[in-house]
């Protein structure tokens, strides 16, 4: 028998609780308070931003454009989610709903998308590539537009810690050296070329006393994945020196300058350029760090080895403009030259893929400097 | 095999990758210049758009890296620092918090490997510090921890500078910053103070440039900028005497402050100077053996360049301008408690502020108190005494009559005490004779207090008062005419020896050496290097009442002889004839009047040296060494007692307003009667009664019943009926019986 007390505790679990009028019944034991109270209330409907968007979209379009609209401008927000698999459905999204012809939806697409070059995970850059692609067919002067931000960000990527996401890179830079090749290699040649030098770990001078051993161990030992991405890599290299270093071949301009008359010789100078942004290298609308202007005694203690002889030097790099096709041939000739041959024979001694790539590579170099030296004796028979 | 994995693997993690650069900066160059290269395309990132940037972990990590290993990369990373100055000058409103925080940090880092200069961490830092003022709203910035990191830092870095060494070009910038700062007229200038006083308190900055910010400061027309200067002025000396004590004192047994207070409160005896001395020598001892910390404690009022100048400012912008409505009434208080510490301390003439104090001297007034010891302390020898005078008559019409409550009179007459002490002039005979009536009060509060002001006087100018008032000893001297006129307005006592003169001649004389040997051993003329710091430390701690000391010794010595020569005989007596000192307390207060002569008394009376010709004899026939210096001082010590009480009034001293009104004992509530009367009966349960109380807890017994049970019901048996026929023998054998049993019991 159970003692007195544990017989009233459990005869208490049996008492039916009384109800009385005008009093709400009593909570039960475990009964847990869901309820909250908001700090602030959103309504999405209401918001002066997209009504205004709505209003500026529907006397343009019909209603389901509009409706578009703010589809894409949550799907876009999504691109920042913390899952990797949401990141890529949103951009397969967007690449199957890309706006008709709207400028200023597909600068927001570029500016919310471009971050994840730097993704970590693999299947959303790749998703990336072709969403790019996809754009750059569809519009095609914007990747020319948004060129500054994107080649920040392949940069960026090529220096990148994480080896995937360094191998990837290059991929992104094949869009650009397809689809807007004159803008990449006039602002950004050296930048990218020099970038190129320590995704490959090769060095720029050869009196380093010792060779970094990290990686090019590991460019060399590491997996199958890292050696495909350096024969890939070596292609696009190839790509990029083509694209930077002879001319293309003219599409045929409606206009033939040398035909047209004009009421003066000059005038076709003065008319609005036909290339996008042709003044960037003024540098005149963007926030930079001001370079640290060089002393005279320091240039003169780093020319003090060679004389000034008209070569470039490292040290010139980054103070200069890479406008035209000979400045960036000489800067070829004159700095990167040398290591690039060095070590694309390295790499043509590996033999395999690469070392296809690598002999691709060189023949373009060879070329270069095959056509320089026929010139240089045409100049000097005439 | 497993080594060459680990290389492959290692450089994917920043922190692993760091300490690997570090520890061989010579192999991993590449993987510094790539990590380099993608710092610098991050940047640019973020220049390009600061403001829509996310977290930035990844930039924060890198900037990280990068100041942590730039000490190995001093070429490749020229352009680093300043890339990281100009981001947090031009951008801090756009880096997310982690972000500023981190370069703050890092900027520290760089700073502490030497890769920037201290100054050039200040001007990057220092505009943050007021880049955010309270008026453009600043929401989800953590402006807060921003100024609480930056201040830190500056504290912190000021600190690390100023060790060893102060690094006077450093301390000389960062107060031009605080400076220029004040020189705005909003309350940015609020950091400027805050700066400086905690730099003050740990003893960094103690020169009088720091107190020249303090003075801008103070005359800042920002409120609480002024406030907050004159806070400095009023506490900030105590504050850094705490910081101060609070490292040292925790090792020995005694509290010195605590030891000095019970000496100037308690009665003085020799038992409790010889031990205050002892402690004065232990604390000595202690300060020999760890004077590492080269700082002189100069008040940070003594260090004013121009006090007259700071006094007339404060008063003229602060009390007396039409703006001066800004302030409330604490604020004034503290004002006028600033200003008149400046008065008396630096006996300035500021004649505006006694007028001003007429206004606020009436009982209503709220802390008046306060306002009271301020008048006091404003007031000293060389105001003109019409100029006091006023004050002193308002608060004798507001505060004493008839008609006030005790304890008004009582503030309203050690107030008036107050201020006589320092400007005995400033009051006329009659009123100071209507004073002194209320010696026979009935409150005892007053009563004390116009004897504390009869006693004053009979040492200051006794023919002020009622004959019967002046005592014995000031009225015999007055008989004779010995006593010189009262004090005058304008004569100033100047010094006339070197203090302590005649105890060395004295001394001397006890050792039996001439006047002619001592000057050409070379040993007098050097004195131990230990010594003489130690000296002169000791010198600086006790500096305010070994001066004034001093001063009075000296310049009293020639009336005190005289006196000594004449009450020499009965000086034990010298006091007990007076009517005046009935009772205990009163010869308290008398030996508090003047302890000096006392001292004097003792040490002086077998043989008396006259302070004047000693010096002549000495200074005319021989010259003093520093031997002879070290040894006056070390008499001065022995001889000092009364230095140590702190017993003359010092125009340095404050007034605490919190004495003036005096003891007031008021009559208790019923409530208190019997909290009280309960209290004494506490723990007496032994004396009182036992009835009704049992030892241990039992049921009741038989014979309690039986001793309890109804008298009507027991009346008719036959224990009670049989006891009343009992015959006379049998009566008395049970009387004899139980007379047996009570002896057996032993009573």
Redesign the interface.
Known sequence: MASKRKRTEKQKDFVKAKLKVGKTAKKPDNYTDTSFTAKTISLPNQSIQSRVSNAGSSSTSSGSASQTDIDLTHQLSLT?HHSSSTRKEVLLYIQNHLPANNPSLYKQIVASTV?LI?DTSMQVRTQLISLLTECANKQPGLLDLHI??II??I??AM?????EIRNSASKFLAILIEHAPSSLVKSYFIKTL??YF?LM?W?LTTD????????T??ST??NSSVKKARSHHVSILKSFLNASLFIEEQKNNDIDEENVILTHPQSLKYLVPTTSQPFTSLKLF????PR?QISSTDKESMNSGSSDDGKFHIADLDTLSTEDISTRRKIIIDIFLHPLTKNLNNLIKEGGEVGKEAKGCLTVLEKLTAEISSNKENETTI | MAK?RR??M?????IL?QNLVRRDP??????F???Y??YL?????F????SAS?KGI?FGELIGFVSAVCGCYPQET??FP??LK?LILENHRDLSPELREKIIQCLTMLRNKDVISAESLIQTIFPLLTAYSASNSTTGQHVKALRHQIYSTLISLLKSVNTGTKSQKLNRSTQALLFNLLEQRDNQGLWATKLTRELWRRGIWDDSRTVEIMTQAALHPDVKVAVAGAKFFLGADKEREENFDDNSSDEDGFDMGAMKHKMQVNKKSKKKSKKLEQAVKTLKKKNNSKSSTTYLNFSAIHLLRDPQGFAEQLFDNHLNSKHANKFDLDQKIMFMNLISRLIGTHKLTVLGIYTFFLKYLTPKQRNVTQIMAASAQASHDLVPPESISPVIRKIADEFVSDGVAAEVASAGINTIREILTRAPLAIEKDLLQDLTEYKGSKSKAVMMAARSLISLYREVAPEMLQRKDRGKTASMELQHGEKKGGPQYGVEQTVRSIPGLELLAKWRKEQGLGNEDGEDDEANWEVDEEDNASDIEGDWVTVDSDKEYDVSDSDDEPVEEDKNEKDDNDNDNEVSDLELSSDDEEEDEEESERPAKKAKIDTAAEETVDAEKAMAEMLSSRILTPADFAKLEELRTQAGVEKLMGSRQANEEEVDSTTLVGKVKYKQLREERIAQAKEGREERDKFGSRRGKRDAPHSTTNKEKARKKNFVMMIHKKAVQGKQKLSLRDRQKVLKAHITKQKKKGY
């Not at chain 2, 395309?41 to 990132?45: F, G, P, V, Y």
């Open positions: 920042k971050p730097l500054r931000s920040l960000f940069h960026s220096t990148h810690i994480q080896p020099r970038s320590t770990s060095t380093k006393k010792s060779v970094s051993l990290a990686i161990t590991s030992i590491g963007t926030a930079d760090m640290r | 060459r290389a492959a290692l450089p994917t993690n920043i990758l010579e192999v991993y160059h590449d993987e210049a790539q990590q290269s993608h395309s991050l940047r640019d990132i220049l390009m758009n600061p996310d990844e020229a352009t300043d890339d100009q």
